[in-house]
């Protein structure tokens, strides 16, 4: 017999996910329009009709631990469809940022990356750890920090120093890896079990080797956007986003390639702009302009979407981010030193922020999505 | 009246042209009877025609054209006898020359071929001249004393707002009420769902602004402390005793005698003389209906809004869902109670009730229904009920469980109000369960929207029981009527009382009777002031038309009444048994005195006098007598194989029209078939099934409305009465040597015109199989 599920409504909750951009979510009357409508949902247990019932009644473990809100991708079909306007495609999202916050440790540091009073404080953290580290360098002799570069051509390193740069980045891009990892630790036992419990699987355990194959399947759809161009409402979203993930796998690869030559092999940057890396960079760059442009764009011009901290933050910091890195490198070849210098501050600080924010975002999607869709891959629901 | 006669036929919409008019003339003609044709009567030329010949002096008219359900307000000539003969839709529309074809020249030379189709016509004009030479031109019934004043039974917020809608428009009123307050139950409640626009929150209620706008009006008597011991009469001269409640007055109406005093000690029943004896002995003190209080007050119509009481569980009744197994499970009543005083407590203990489950369906052996007596109101009231937890407190919680959430009409916006408060939690579902948990209780429920089994805890669990009808416990109209002081219970209402739920609202089985608010149906304080006024309107309908003679429903405005040949009555009572609105009283021999206000003019008595005494101006035993008689039966004498003759007589209500739709949609049916419409199958006298078939007719249906559960009878019985008279005549058939089968009776709704030919058709075949009427000939 399945055991009688103790139904303990948490209205502090509810609350939460409201303020997280869920606000039409008491609306919802269960008719389950939007499990029909969504065209990614599976046929076993459907989302996301459940998901806004549990919502309205404030049951927090049948929603954070639940891996069907994110295999969501906020198509927006079920939103425009929903007859009472409870958007269910932002109700998701609400949760799926409260989860998010849920997971990652430590709370302090969700709170003050999800809490927009606090983002001056945050982005004063690198510009602090700079000058400390920079200062306290000094005392060993090492010039890592010149407040006061000069010299014929613009060289970034002058200013801060490569070394110090990746000092702070380094350090601050495995401690999000490592919140990740803990993270997800947790956030695999629960969704299974929540699988479980729902009857989504007829797998008991987790067989490590049979998820690692599951994750290499999907690997291709995430990476060619299949589930995003099923979608009916926002299927122009793909294109916006696939440049933003693209633009970002590009940098990611570009900043790997001069990491081992400016360490294995010695040279140092800046590069010639023919080298054909430097052109993967630009293009990631471009393409990250665009696409951060357009989304701002899109979330802008779409007033019967709700558009929340969360959704801004990551929006506004990718365009941030490539626009800064684009500038100062335009700024460094057409000699405007003082602005140059002062935007690759920016860009940095923007670097920082990004690392630091990435478990603890809307950022962190990449990984609780792709964990999400190889666990449903796993687990053969249909 | 000395009668002239015009018949007139025209050759409009397609008649002209499907049949041979010529010898459409003939008929009137050998009668001696002046024929004339127009290709549109409906048009000015043609009604001019008619016009001036009424004016000439011709007062019996014949006018073969259309369905007498178009048009009705063109053929329509003071002082004159009218008979509207169907050859449009009845004959040439639905018997298409490209299915039923005409003879050829060649083909009319053989005396022994025959046009159905222009036989039908010519049948049909003879039924009509049969008709008209066989009716009277009604005249009103008036009454010798007559009132127009409004008696309103409950002064609840029903009451009032019917008092308050009739008083506007000039009508007298009295209000009764039983209590010593008026506002009914709508005066003891903390709040009340909304009654108008945005109609998203709750309102005070609007019970004490009933009462200061009723104070307003000069007109309206309020009689508090006060019941109705008897009503006597009929509409527009009702007597009416008024008495405290609790009194024993020689005006408190005879009660019928219980079932378990009719019968001895074995169970037999009592002979009739018996009865009677038993019958006075148990109404001692009491006077007969028929003697009329000095005292009484005079009305014209009543209004009952005698409203409800809540519904008692029985001892035991929901253990399963702990009623009493604990003092924290109690009624939705029992909570409003609570709540109007002040915060809501558990029972049990006094402590706040900061999680209430409120459960809608009692589940079981009950399926998903509601608790009974509830509706849309109980599903207002737990929406209602939920929100006071959350008024009295901050971190309160309600659940409602239900398996049907009705907040009609703009109360959605109610719905959805109470939906957004973060701590009101609303889910389909079967509650299974509840029991203790230490101070607290555990509900459980299956089927939930947030899966298969869930369990909730709480402080406290409301059921959402019914409104129990005030008529459920005792009649409160007392009405002096033989049929009994109570509306007639046919079973289907739970002691609701109503005569036909969707199509007459407020009509109950007694004429000049209204009924509104919840003593008809539960409802919300908005939907019973919104019946108020629907009783209201009803109330002034039925007193204007009894002053001016007519019928008030369903056949408003009908002159005619029944007349009774008393000399012959046998006192066999069967009129006054079956009369469904309790129209007819006797006296202790038996004889029938109708009231004839408190008829509907449905013919039921008609239909069951087994003395023929019984007929209207325009529609009696004679008038459909003849009309069966007019029609020309074929024998063998005539043609070597002679047509089938079959008598359908049609409900006109329903069947009638459900034939002209299917008409004018193009379907056709046997051309053997001779129609007569009937004012309603109850009307139907055997007597016109014998003529039928002892002139050689080869079967008889009728055709009328759907009977039981879900009837469809304008006048609630008639096609039950029908049926029950048809069994018997199958009896008689046989000992003719006539096959039961040659007699049949079908349903059919209004809608289901598509279903008519098929019914017509099959049972012509059936006859055909039988073969021809054995008597034909003689």
């Given at each position: 017999?399945?055991e009688r599920?103790?139904v303990?409504?948490?209205?502090?909750?509810?609350?939460?996910v409201?303020?997280?951009?869920?606000?039409?979510?008491?609306?919802?009357y269960q008719?389950?329009?939007?499990?029909?409508?969504c065209p990614?949902?599976p046929?076993?247990k459907?989302?996301?009709?459940?998901?806004?019932?549990?919502?309205?009644?404030?049951?927090?473990?049948?929603?954070v631990?639940?891996?069907?809100?994110?295999?969501c991708?906020?198509?927006?079909?079920?939103s425009?469809?929903?007859?009472?306007?409870?958007?269910?495609?932002?109700?998701?999202?609400?949760?799926?940022?409260?989860?998010?916050?849920?997971?990652?440790?430590?709370?302090?540091?969700?709170?003050?990356?999800?809490?927009?009073?606090?983002?001056?404080?945050?982005m004063?953290?690198?510009?602090?750890l700079?000058?400390?580290?920079?200062?306290?360098?000094?005392?060993?002799?090492?010039?890592?920090?010149?407040?006061?570069p000069?010299?014929?051509?613009?060289v970034?390193a002058?200013?801060?120093?490569?070394?110090?740069?990746?000092?702070?980045?380094?350090?601050?891009?495995?401690?999000?890896?490592?919140?990740?990892?803990?993270?997800?630790?947790?956030f695999?036992?629960?969704i299974?079990?929540?699988a479980?419990?729902?009857?989504?699987?007829?797998?008991e355990?987790?067989?490590?080797?049979?998820?690692?194959?599951?994750?290499?399947?999907?690997?291709?759809t995430?990476?060619?956007?299949?589930?995003?161009?099923?979608?009916?409402?926002?299927?122009e979203r793909?294109t916006?986003h696939?440049?933003?993930?693209?633009?970002f796998l590009g940098?990611?690869?570009?900043?790997n390639?001069?990491f081992?030559?400016?360490?294995?092999?010695?040279?140092?940057?800046?590069?010639?702009?023919?080298n054909?890396?430097?052109?993967?960079?630009?293009?990631?760059g471009?393409s990250l302009?665009?696409?951060?442009?357009?989304?701002?764009?899109?979330?802008?011009?779409?007033?019967d979407?709700?558009?929340?901290?969360?959704?801004?933050?990551?929006?506004?910091?990718?365009l941030?981010?490539?626009?800064?890195?684009?500038?100062?490198?335009?700024?460094?070849?057409?000699?405007?030193?003082?602005m140059?210098?002062?935007?690759?501050?920016l860009?940095?600080?923007c670097?920082?922020?990004f690392?630091?924010?990435?478990?603890?975002?809307?950022?962190?999607?990449?990984?609780?999505?792709?964990?999400?869709?190889?666990?449903?891959?796993?687990?053969?629901r249909? | 009246?000395?009668?002239k006669?015009?018949?007139?036929?025209?050759?409009?919409?397609g008649?002209?042209?499907?049949l041979?008019?010529?010898?459409?003339?003939?008929?009137?003609e050998e009668?001696g009877?002046?024929?004339?044709?127009?290709?549109?009567?409906?048009?000015k030329?043609?009604?001019?025609?008619?016009k001036?010949?009424?004016?000439?002096?011709a007062?019996?008219l014949?006018?073969?054209?259309c369905?007498?359900r178009v048009?009705?307000d063109?053929?329509?000539?003071?002082?004159?006898?009218?008979?509207r003969?169907?050859?449009?839709?009845?004959?040439?529309?639905?018997?298409?020359?490209s299915e039923?074809?005409?003879?050829?020249?060649?083909?009319k030379?053989?005396?022994?071929?025959?046009?159905?189709?222009?036989?039908?016509?010519?049948d049909?004009?003879?039924?009509?001249?049969?008709?008209?030479?066989?009716i009277?031109?009604?005249?009103?019934?008036?009454?010798?004393n007559?009132?127009?004043?409004?008696?309103?039974?409950g002064?609840g917020?029903?009451?009032?707002?019917?008092?308050?809608?009739?008083a506007k428009v000039?009508?007298?009123?009295?209000?009764?009420?039983?209590?010593?307050y008026?506002?009914g139950?709508?005066?003891k409640v903390?709040?009340?769902t909304?009654?108008?626009?945005p109609?998203?929150?709750?309102?005070?209620?609007?019970?004490q602004?009933?009462?200061?706008e009723?104070e307003?009006?000069?007109?309206?008597?309020?009689?508090?402390?006060?019941?109705?011991?008897?009503?006597?009469g009929?509409?527009?001269?009702?007597t009416?005793?008024?008495?405290?409640?609790?009194?024993?007055?020689?005006?408190?109406?005879?009660?019928p005698?219980?079932?378990?005093?009719?019968?001895?000690?074995?169970?037999?029943?009592?002979?009739?003389?018996?009865?009677?004896?038993?019958?006075?002995?148990?109404?001692?003190?009491?006077?007969?209906?028929?003697?009329?209080?000095?005292?009484?007050?005079?009305?014209?119509?009543?209004?009952?809004?005698?409203?409800?009481?809540?519904?008692?569980?029985?001892?035991?009744?929901?253990?399963?869902?702990?009623?009493?197994?604990?003092?924290?499970?109690?009624?939705?009543?029992?909570?409003?109670?609570?709540?109007?005083?002040?915060?809501?407590?558990?029972?049990?203990?006094?402590?706040?009730?900061?999680?209430?489950?409120?459960?809608?369906?009692?589940?079981g052996?009950?399926?998903?229904?509601?608790?009974?007596y509830?509706?849309?109101?109980?599903?207002?009231?737990?929406?209602k009920?939920?929100k006071y937890?959350r008024?009295?407190?901050?971190?309160?919680?309600s659940?409602?469980?239900?398996q049907?959430?009705?907040?009609?009409?703009?109360?959605?916006n109610?719905?959805k109000?109470?939906?957004q408060?973060?701590?009101?939690?609303?889910?389909?579902g079967?509650?299974?369960?509840?029991?203790?948990?230490?101070?607290?209780?555990?509900?459980?429920?299956?089927?939930t929207l947030?899966?298969?089994?869930?369990?909730?805890k709480?402080?406290?669990?409301?059921?959402?029981?019914?409104?129990?009808?005030?008529?459920?416990?005792?009649?409160?109209?007392?009405?002096?009527?033989?049929?009994?002081?109570?509306f007639?219970d046919?079973?289907?209402f739970?002691?609701?009382?109503?005569?036909?739920?969707?199509?007459?609202?407020?009509?109950?089985?007694r004429?000049?009777?209204?009924?509104?608010?919840?003593?008809?149906?539960?409802?919300?304080?908005?939907?019973?002031?919104?019946?108020?006024?629907?009783?209201?309107?009803?109330?002034?309908?039925?007193?204007?038309?009894?002053?001016?003679?007519?019928?008030?429903?369903?056949?408003?405005?009908d002159?005619t009444?029944?007349?009774?040949?008393?000399?012959?009555?046998?006192?066999?009572?069967?009129?006054?048994d079956?009369?469904?609105?309790?129209?007819?009283?006797?006296?202790?021999?038996?004889?029938?005195?109708?009231?004839?206000?408190?008829?509907?003019?449905?013919?039921?008595?008609?239909?069951?006098?087994?003395?023929r005494?019984i007929?209207?101006?325009?529609?009696?035993?004679?008038?459909?007598g003849?009309?069966v008689?007019s029609?020309?039966?074929?024998?063998?004498?005539d043609?070597?194989e002679?047509?089938?003759?079959?008598?359908?007589?049609v409900?006109?209500?329903?069947a009638?029209?459900?034939?002209?739709?299917?008409?004018?949609?193009?379907?056709?049916y046997?051309?053997?078939?001779?129609?007569?419409?009937?004012r309603?199958?109850g009307?139907?006298?055997?007597?016109?099934?014998?003529?039928?078939?002892?002139?050689?007719?080869?079967g008889v249906?009728?055709?009328?409305?759907?009977?039981?559960d879900?009837?469809q009878?304008?006048?609630?019985?008639?096609?039950?009465?029908?049926?029950?008279?048809?069994?018997?005549?199958?009896?008689?058939?046989?000992?003719?040597?006539?096959?039961?089968?040659?007699?049949?009776?079908?349903?059919?709704?209004?809608?289901?015109?598509?279903?008519?030919?098929?019914?017509i058709?099959?049972?012509?075949?059936?006859?055909?199989?039988?073969?021809?009427?054995?008597?034909?000939?003689?």
């Amino acid at each position: 017999m399945t055991e009688r599920y103790m139904v303990e409504p948490d209205v502090g909750f509810i609350n939460e996910v409201i303020g997280l951009g869920g606000q039409d979510l008491k609306k919802c009357y269960q008719c389950a329009t939007c499990a029909v409508a969504c065209p990614i949902s599976p046929d076993n247990k459907p989302f996301p009709r459940k998901e806004m019932i549990a919502a309205s009644w404030g049951l927090k473990d049948k929603l954070v631990g639940n891996a069907d809100i994110w295999l969501c991708h906020n198509c927006g079909d079920c939103s425009t469809l929903c007859p009472r306007g409870a958007k269910p495609g932002d109700v998701l999202a609400a949760v799926r940022s409260y989860a998010i916050q849920e997971y990652a440790r430590p709370k302090k540091l969700a709170d003050m990356i999800n809490n927009p009073k606090k983002l001056p404080v945050l982005m004063a953290i690198p510009v602090v750890l700079f000058l400390v580290i920079g200062l306290m360098a000094k005392l060993f002799g090492l010039h890592w920090l010149d407040i006061t570069p000069n010299g014929d051509s613009i060289v970034h390193a002058k200013f801060i120093h490569s070394t110090l740069v990746d000092v702070v980045m380094i350090p601050t891009f495995f401690f999000s890896i490592g919140v990740f990892a803990l993270g997800l630790r947790r956030f695999m036992a629960d969704i299974h079990k929540d699988a479980l419990i729902c009857g989504k699987t007829d797998k008991e355990k987790i067989d490590p080797k049979g998820f690692v194959e599951a994750l290499v399947k999907v690997i291709p759809t995430v990476l060619q956007h299949k589930k995003f161009t099923e979608c009916g409402e926002n299927a122009e979203r793909a294109t916006s986003h696939m440049m933003v993930f693209f633009g970002f796998l590009g940098l990611f690869i570009v900043t790997n390639i001069f990491f081992v030559v400016m360490y294995g092999f010695g040279i140092h940057g800046p590069y010639s702009q023919l080298n054909p890396v430097k052109w993967l960079g630009n293009i990631a760059g471009v393409s990250l302009i665009i696409g951060a442009a357009l989304m701002i764009k899109d979330r802008i011009t779409k007033d019967d979407q709700v558009s929340a901290y969360k959704d801004w933050f990551i929006v506004v910091l990718a365009l941030a981010l490539g626009l800064t890195g684009m500038l100062t490198q335009m700024t460094r070849i057409g000699g405007a030193a003082c602005m140059s210098y002062s935007i690759y501050l920016l860009h940095l600080i923007c670097i920082w922020t990004f690392f630091i924010s990435l478990p603890f975002s809307k950022f962190a999607h990449i990984i609780y999505r792709t964990v999400a869709m190889a666990y449903m891959e796993y687990s053969g629901r249909k | 009246m000395d009668k002239k006669y015009g018949v007139y036929i025209c050759t409009g919409c397609g008649i002209g042209e499907a049949l041979d008019v010529k010898a459409l003339c003939d008929v009137p003609e050998e009668e001696g009877l002046p024929v004339k044709t127009h290709s549109c009567y409906c048009g000015k030329e043609g009604l001019e025609e008619i016009k001036k010949d009424v004016a000439d002096g011709a007062n019996t008219l014949v006018i073969a054209a259309c369905s007498r359900r178009v048009n009705f307000d063109i053929f329509k000539f003071e002082g004159c006898a009218v008979d509207r003969v169907n050859i449009r839709e009845g004959v040439v529309w639905s018997h298409p020359r490209s299915e039923f074809p005409a003879l050829t020249e060649e083909e009319k030379e053989d005396e022994d071929n025959f046009d159905r189709v222009q036989m039908m016509a010519e049948d049909y004009i003879r039924m009509g001249m049969a008709r008209v030479e066989k009716i009277k031109l009604p005249e009103a019934y008036k009454l010798d004393n007559f009132s127009n004043r409004i008696l309103v039974i409950g002064g609840g917020v029903t009451g009032l707002s019917a008092a308050i809608d009739a008083a506007k428009v000039g009508y007298d009123v009295t209000i009764v009420e039983k209590e010593s307050y008026l506002g009914g139950y709508a005066a003891k409640v903390r709040k009340q769902t909304p009654v108008g626009m945005p109609y998203d929150s709750l309102i005070p209620s609007v019970v004490q602004s009933k009462i200061d706008e009723m104070e307003k009006y000069p007109g309206i008597t309020v009689k508090t402390n006060t019941v109705v011991a008897r009503i006597a009469g009929q509409p527009g001269d009702f007597t009416v005793t008024l008495k405290k409640p609790g009194d024993k007055i020689e005006f408190d109406v005879p009660y019928p005698l219980p079932p378990e005093m009719k019968v001895d000690e074995k169970g037999n029943e009592l002979d009739a003389e018996k009865q009677h004896e038993l019958y006075l002995e148990y109404n001692k003190g009491r006077v007969d209906i028929l003697k009329t209080d000095p005292a009484g007050e005079k009305f014209g119509a009543v209004i009952l809004a005698a409203g409800w009481r809540p519904y008692k569980p029985a001892a035991g009744e929901f253990a399963h869902l702990g009623f009493g197994e604990s003092p924290d499970v109690i009624t939705n009543h029992q909570f409003e109670e609570m709540a109007a005083k002040g915060p809501v407590l558990c029972p049990s203990d006094g402590r706040p009730a900061k999680s209430v489950v409120f459960i809608q369906s009692p589940g079981g052996d009950a399926g998903d229904s509601d608790f009974s007596y509830a509706g849309a109101v109980t599903s207002m009231v737990a929406l209602k009920q939920a929100k006071y937890v959350r008024e009295d407190y901050e971190d309160g919680k309600s659940y409602v469980f239900y398996q049907h959430m009705r907040t009609p009409g703009l109360n959605e916006n109610f719905y959805k109000s109470v939906q957004q408060d973060p701590g009101i939690f609303l889910t389909k579902g079967e509650v299974t369960a509840v029991s203790k948990n230490g101070s607290g209780l555990i509900i459980e429920a299956d089927n939930t929207l947030l899966g298969e089994k869930i369990q909730v805890k709480a402080d406290m669990v409301v059921l959402g029981t019914g409104m129990v009808p005030a008529t459920a416990d005792d009649p409160v109209v007392n009405l002096a009527y033989r049929q009994g002081p109570a509306f007639r219970d046919i079973g289907l209402f739970e002691g609701y009382c109503d005569s036909n739920f969707i199509c007459f609202p407020y009509e109950t089985q007694r004429t000049g009777i209204y009924a509104a608010g919840a003593v008809r149906r539960s409802m919300t304080i908005e939907e019973s002031m919104e019946d108020a006024a629907g009783a209201a309107l009803k109330a002034i309908q039925c007193v204007e038309c009894s002053n001016r003679g007519v019928a008030v429903h369903p056949r408003s405005g009908d002159m005619t009444f029944p007349d009774f040949f008393f000399q012959r009555c046998t006192q066999c009572k069967r009129c006054t048994d079956e009369c469904p609105f309790g129209a007819l009283d006797d006296d202790e021999k038996g004889t029938p005195k109708p009231n004839p206000t408190r008829c509907r003019r449905c013919g039921t008595c008609m239909g069951a006098c087994p003395e023929r005494i019984i007929g209207f101006a325009d529609y009696n035993i004679d008038s459909i007598g003849s009309m069966v008689k007019s029609v020309k039966v074929p024998s063998e004498d005539d043609y070597s194989e002679p047509p089938f003759r079959i008598l359908g007589l049609v409900c006109e209500n329903d069947a009638f029209p459900a034939l002209d739709i299917a008409a004018l949609k193009g379907l056709s049916y046997s051309a053997d078939v001779r129609l007569i419409p009937v004012r309603c199958l109850g009307s139907v006298n055997v007597i016109w099934i014998k003529d039928a078939l002892s002139q050689g007719m080869d079967g008889v249906f009728l055709l009328g409305c759907k009977h039981g559960d879900d009837y469809q009878c304008h006048f609630v019985k008639g096609s039950e009465l029908a049926e029950i008279r048809m069994k018997k005549i199958g009896d008689a058939l046989a000992s003719l040597a006539l096959e039961e089968e040659r007699v049949a009776q079908f349903e059919i709704a209004i809608d289901e015109y598509d279903k008519v030919p098929q019914i017509i058709n099959e049972f012509v075949e059936s006859v055909e199989a039988l073969g021809p009427n054995p008597f034909k000939g003689f």
